[in-house]
């Protein structure tokens, strides 16, 4: 009996997941159910948007999803040109507050009316949200909105800490993207294989699954299952998709989508070390003149673009340990011009919106077409 009232819960998820899939496709709302409140956001720690002008928030410190109706639905096929100054002392300044008191914590652009925006953490631990208006920042209301939302399950502990006493509660929610009718989520688990990646069907039900991940990271030369991935996209090769995660200290790993299944046990293959003493920030893919790239922003690197067809052709894995310091292996990148970059997104499909520290210590955003990418 047991087994049958199995079978028809796993069978009423699939249906679940395939008709919340199926509604997206047909343009259905799907703000359908959601409700009018405050949704008691703790912090917002990742920003992506979806379908709809729904923006879906990623909240480490509730170990909550989000999805917020932003109502922003104007369709642009084309942005306005971006290039501010000054972009923290403005932030700063609409919050009646300093730039020492604020943290910008993630940027996103909402598709459908390309209208970038901002999440920030102020000294209090309030978290605000905020959208670009020209060059103007206005604050978009977290306490009185229409929303949805979803509790991750066994999410890494509220007190837990790494071997040098770091929280690792602000990695519950590393990344997050919409793609195909669900919400990516990678992260922290409390379980002994940590590392984790999530898929929840959107409209969120009580469905949600999770796949724990290892990697072998050449620059440490060890097999790892506990380091969180920091930043992510799909990628389709050779007709495929693939999870392509990038780690601190850099590795990069390839994931077959059709492989991240609830309750599995997933390794990675390490296609390219991009060298230690580094960190991922954002990840951006684009198309120019037929073919695939991404671009990567880092800590202590300049922003670095790959080709999709290099990492197609690339089907050997990285097994060995990289013993020089900070050296790169594996698949080929070429470094931009461009350091220093925090936070990057797709401004419409020929440009690039992104925010970086200038040398002479602006904090300017500026959006840059695909072609000087």
């Not at 009185?144 to 800490?161: R, W």
């Not at 995660?245 to 991009?274: N, Q, W």
Request: with cysteine.
């Amino acid at each position: 009996m047991k087994k049958l009232l199995l079978g028809i819960i796993v069978v009423t998820t699939a249906l679940v997941t395939i008709s919340a899939t199926k509604d997206n496709e047909k343009g259905m709302d799907l703000t359908e159910g959601f409700i009018f409140g405050n949704p008691e956001i703790g912090s917002i720690n990742q920003l992506n948007f979806g379908p709809q002008g729904i923006l879906f928030v990623g909240d480490s410190k509730n170990a909550t999803i989000f999805a917020l109706d932003t109502k922003d639905t104007n369709a642009k096929d084309t942005a306005d040109e971006i290039n501010i100054q000054e972009v923290d002392t403005k932030i700063a300044a609409a919050l009646g507050t300093t730039t020492d008191k604020i943290k910008i914590t993630d940027m996103a652009v909402n598709p459908v009316s390309k209208a970038v925006y901002f999440s920030v953490s102020t000294v209090n631990g309030i978290p605000v949200l905020l959208k670009l208006d020209g060059e103007n920042f206005e604050s978009v209301s977290l306490k009185e909105i229409s929303y949805s939302k979803i509790g991750l399950s066994d999410p890494i502990a509220v007190d837990a800490k790494d071997r040098r006493e770091r929280p690792l509660r602000v990695w519950a929610i590393s990344d997050l993207k919409y793609h195909d009718g669900k919400i990516l989520v990678s992260g922290l688990s409390n379980k002994e294989f940590g590392s984790t990646f999530r898929s929840i069907p959107f409209p969120f039900n009580d469905a949600q699954e999770y796949a724990s991940l290892e990697i072998f990271h050449a620059a440490h030369g060890q097999y790892e299952t506990n380091s969180p991935i920091k930043t992510f996209d799909v990628v389709e090769l050779e007709g495929k998709e693939y999870l392509m995660a990038s780690y601190t200290c850099t590795p990069l790993v390839l994931f077959p989508m059709d492989e991240l299944k609830d309750g599995i046990h997933s390794k990675g293959r390490t296609v390219a070390e991009l060298g230690s003493g580094n960190s991922p920030l954002d990840m951006v893919s684009y198309e120019r003149e037929g073919k695939r790239y991404f671009v990567m922003s880092n800590t202590n690197r300049p922003i670095m673009k790959i080709d999709y067809a290099d990492l197609a052709a690339s089907k050997e894995s990285l097994t060995e340990p990289i013993k020089e310091w900070a050296v790169a292996a594996g698949v080929d990148y070429v470094s931009l011009p461009m350091v220093n970059v925090l936070q990057m997104d797709n401004l419409d499909a020929n440009t690039i919106v992104y925010m970086q520290r200038a040398a002479d210590g602006d904090l300017v955003l500026r959006s840059r077409t695909t072609k000087r990418m």
